[in-house]
Nanobody, 125 residues
Framework: QVQLVESGGGLVQAGGSLRLSCAAS????????MGWFRQAPGKEREFVEA????????YYAGSVTGRFTISIDNAKNTVYLQINSLKPEDTAVYYC??????????????????WGQGTQVTVSS
């Protein structure tokens, strides 16, 4: 059974940093793309960043600035999202997801087969 378990969210002041983690288990992910999405209150879920399991390819949302950095530790089966200079508008539930690309666009949530339960990030001003 595939599991994606996020951690690392919390309450942080504006300007602070967080590193979110996503531990993946239950299958071999070698050809998968791992993505991070977020959903703010009252808004649709949006793509943040994604990375191939090898780490060789990365995908970015046009709306995301250099404050976000995705990385992967294959030995730990864990994907990370480093967020710096946090802003109140970054407040959202952050989700980890895994996609077997099959030619689908890895920036679209429709491409993803597995999802984590989400981790809440709240940024106070």
């Amino acid at each position: 059974q595939v599991q994606l378990v996020e951690s690392g969210g919390g309450l942080v002041q504006a300007g602070g940093s967080l590193r979110l983690s996503c531990a993946a288990s239950g299958r071999t992910f070698s050809r998968y793309v791992m993505g991070w999405f977020r959903q703010a209150p009252g808004k649709e879920r949006e793509f943040v960043e994604a990375i191939s399991w090898s780490g060789g390819k990365r995908y970015y949302a046009g709306s995301v600035t250099g404050r976000f950095t995705i990385s992967i530790d294959n030995a730990k089966n864990t994907v990370y999202l480093q967020i710096n200079s946090l802003k109140p508008e970054d407040t959202a539930v952050y989700y980890c997801a895994a996609a077997d690309p099959r030619g689908n666009n890895p920036t679209s949530e429709l491409a993803y087969d597995y999802w984590g339960q989400g981790t809440q990030v709240t940024v106070s001003s």
